[in-house]
């Protein structure tokens, strides 16, 4: 099972943006999705500007971190230029990752109704719901606007725009809104500001045991811990998992957090935790192949193949084209010594996946002996 959740460097705040559902078709939104795809598939930095409405991502920037009307007019211009370079940043880590973006579905998600888009990054994954806009200059185009991230629970303009003003000066004011507390002095700002650079350096396991020492006050805000996992996962699996640890004690209830709570279930064997937070996922973006195959994890563990045989063949069902499910399907098959059923598995991941596998490909892992070792396999290989 892919353990890891793929974490986006994305910054955080606990605010809803309703987007009503009229003025777009289906259509349109689903080949904004695809759109919106293909550029994080080819890589395409062109594709991806061409599809962003950078007004409408500044002014929602400017709007929400914004201390007041003239502060909010400056912002808009400082960060109009900027988005590019966002863009450029977002796909760089994403191809970092080989990520792969398919498109799901239409649904409303956090109040955005849009496209939704789940994506595979490195050894996880994550789903982005789109905020549709009409292009100003050309209405007939349908662009993005916004983008929500289920990893962090947040959108891209709350993210970038946090970041942005805690690496600047940020007024009293406005860490009152993210913290709820006026007594963070300006040392602290200055540690917030030097994390931000590090991390933008590359400098990780600096940055970790810069944040990992701020006040218990701030060290254990939502917003912190997003942050330092982002950078534990990149750094130890068991600072990562100490942090996830730390964010399931806090902020365990909170809906925003339960996809990336998901490893956290699992590495404790807490299966009625993770069957809740599978049960919020399939509700919030959809009883997808993913969902099905992490409840297929689930009855594995819990050692009921039968109960791990049926979700796999739904997630399959679903999504005929999900790979994962493939191949949770063959680690069932062969656990359960069917070995007739994992020959055509085999033939699916060749002809259909692309793959060209042979008994050299499995030899190293002492798993796969039983089926080395049987008739089936001799016949498929001396086919």
């Known amino acids: 099972m892919k353990k890891r959740l793929a974490m986006l460097a994305l910054w955080s705040l606990l605010v809803t943006f309703a987007h009503a559902k009229e003025g777009f078709t289906k259509q349109e939104l689903i080949d904004l999705g695809e759109a919106y795809a293909e550029a994080i598939n080819s890589n395409s930095l062109e594709r991806f500007n061409a599809i962003t409405d950078e007004a409408t991502l500044a002014n929602r920037i400017a709007d929400l971190i914004g201390d007041s009307e003239r502060e909010k007019s400056v912002l808009v211009k400082e960060f109009l230029p900027a988005i590019p370079v966002i863009n450029r940043q977002l796909l760089g880590q994403l191809a970092q990752q080989q990520a792969r973006a398919t498109v799901l579905a239409v649904r409303e998600v956090n109040g955005i109704y849009g496209p939704l888009l789940r994506l595979e990054i490195g050894d996880g994954f994550n789903y982005a719901v789109l905020l549709p806009v009409r292009d100003q200059q050309d209405e007939s185009k349908v662009l993005v606007g916004d983008s929500f991230f289920s990893t962090t629970g947040e959108l891209q303009s709350e993210s970038v725009g946090i970041a942005g003003k805690l690496m600047s000066k940020p007024s009293p004011e406005f860490l009152n809104r993210i913290f709820g507390q006026r007594d963070i002095d300006i040392d602290l700002v200055e540690k917030f500001q030097r994390f931000g650079q590090l991390r933008q350096q590359g400098r990780l396991q600096e940055a970790y045991d810069l944040i990992d020492n701020f006040p218990s006050t701030v060290r254990n805000h939502r917003l912190v811990i997003v942050n330092a996992i982002q950078v534990a996962s990149r750094l130890d699996d068991e600072l990562y998992l100490k942090e996830l640890s730390r964010l399931a004690q806090h902020h ?90 994992c020959v055509a598995v085999l033939d699916v991941l060749n002809d259909r996946f692309g793959y060209a596998l042979s008994r050299a490909d499995f030899t190293a892992d002492p798993f796969y002996d039983g089926f080395l070792n049987s008739q089936a396999f001799d016949q498929w290989e001396a086919r």
């Open 252 to 341: 365990g209830e909170n809906p925003k957090v339960t996809f990336a709570l998901l490893d956290h279930y699992f590495f404790k064997g807490d299966y009625e935790a993770a069957s809740k937070a599978l049960d919020l996922m399939a509700k919030t973006y959809g009883d997808d192949g993913l969902v099905n195959v992490f409840r297929a994890n689930i009855a594995f563990e819990q050692s009921d193949m039968e109960e791990a045989l049926k979700h796999t063949r739904t997630a399959i069902r679903i999504e005929p084209d999900f790979e994962l499910a493939r191949w949770t399907l063959l680690t069932i098959l062969i656990e359960t010594k069917r070995y007739d059923e």
